[in-house]
C-alpha cells in the first residue's frame, strides 16, 4: 500500500521538503514497477528512476485533494509521461536544433584540431574560428553533457570509490535537487545573450560584478539588476517545478 495520507500532500504543497522525501521514500515501490517497464532501453534504471521521481514531484504538485482518487493512481500517468518524454526526446535536456549544429561544428573542430597537431583546441581558438564569444562556446558545450548519474562512482582522484548518492546528506531531498539542476539548464538556454554571459561569468567563471561589467562594458549597477532579475525567475520557475 503506498502512501496517499491527504496531510502530507498538502504539507508538500506549502513547501515542506521532508515531507515531500518522505513520500518519494513510501512510493518508492510505485516509481520502481513503473520504471522496470523500460527495460532493455539502452538507458540505466537508476537514470530512469530519477526522472520517474521527477514526475511524481510534479503529480503531488498538482494534485487536488478534493479528487476522490489516491495519490498512487493519479501519479502513475506523471511518472510514465515524464520517462517516455525522457526516451522521445533522446536527452535529458532538449536542446535547439541551432545549439546541436553548433556543437557539431565545435566537435568538427576539435577532430579536426587534434588529428592535425595532436593536441586539444582551447576554446579561445574555437571561438575566434566560428567567431562567436567564449561564452556562447561554453555553453553550447555544456548544453551536450549528460547529466551525471547520482548512482555513478565519483571520478574524482581521491580513493574514494562511493556513488555519487552516498555523498549527499540524507536530510538533502535528492529528487528535488535533480528537478532543480534540470530546470536551471533550460533556463539559461532561455535567457537573452546579455544575461547569459552575466550568469555564466558570474556563475560559472565566479568573476566579480565589477569584473564582469568590465568585460561586458556595462556598470556595475547593471550586472546587479541583470543578475538579480534573472535569479528572481529562475526561483519562480524552480518554485513551479
Known amino acids: 500500500m503506498y ?18 522525501a518522505d513520500l518519494i521514500n513510501t512510493n518508492n515501490g510505485l516509481i520502481w514497477n513503473i520504471v522496470k517497464r523500460f527495460g532493455g532501453r539502452g538507458y540505466e534504471y537508476e537514470d530512469l528512476y530519477q526522472i520517474g521521481c521527477i514526475g511524481f514531484i510534479k503529480a503531488i504538485k498538482k494534485f487536488d485533494t478534493n479528487y476522490e482518487v489516491q495519490l498512487s493512481t493519479y501519479a502513475v500517468p506523471y511518472i510514465l509521461g515524464e520517462i517516455k518524454r525522457f526516451l522521445r526526446d533522446d536527452g535529458i535536456i532538449k ?3 541551432s545549439t ?4 557539431n561544428k565545435i ?8 588529428e592535425k597537431y595532436g593536441e586539444e583546441i582551447n576554446i579561445s581558438e574555437i571561438s575566434k574560428k566560428l567567431k562567436m564569444s567564449k561564452e556562447e562556446i561554453a555553453l553550447a558545450l ?8 547520482l548512482y555513478q562512482e565519483d571520478a574524482s582522484n ?12 540524507c536530510q538533502k531531498d535528492e529528487a528535488t535537487a535533480i528537478s532543480n539542476k534540470l530546470a536551471i539548464r533550460q533556463i539559461i538556454q532561455d535567457l537573452n545573450k546579455r544575461e ?4 555564466i561569468l558570474r ?13 561586458l562594458g556595462i556598470t556595475q549597477v547593471q550586472v546587479s539588476r541583470i543578475e538579480r532579475k534573472v535569479l528572481d525567475r529562475m526561483k519562480s520557475k524552480l518554485e513551479a517545478v
Do not use: C
Request: avoid cysteine.
Open 3 to 20: 502512501e496517499n495520507s491527504v496531510e502530507k500532500i498538502k504539507q508538500v504543497q506549502a513547501g515542506d521538503r521532508d515531507v515531500l
Open 95 to 97: 536542446v535547439s536544433r
Open 100 to 103: 546541436k549544429e553548433l556543437v
Open 107 to 114: 566537435r568538427s573542430i576539435q577532430k579536426e584540431y587534434l
Open 142 to 149: 555544456d548544453s551536450a553533457k549528460p547529466v551525471e548519474s
Open 158 to 169: 581521491n580513493g574514494d570509490n562511493r556513488q555519487m548518492i552516498d555523498k549527499i546528506v
Open 196 to 199: 547569459q554571459e552575466v550568469i
Open 203 to 215: 556563475f560559472y567563471k565566479e568573476k566579480t560584478q565589477a569584473q564582469v561589467g568590465k568585460i
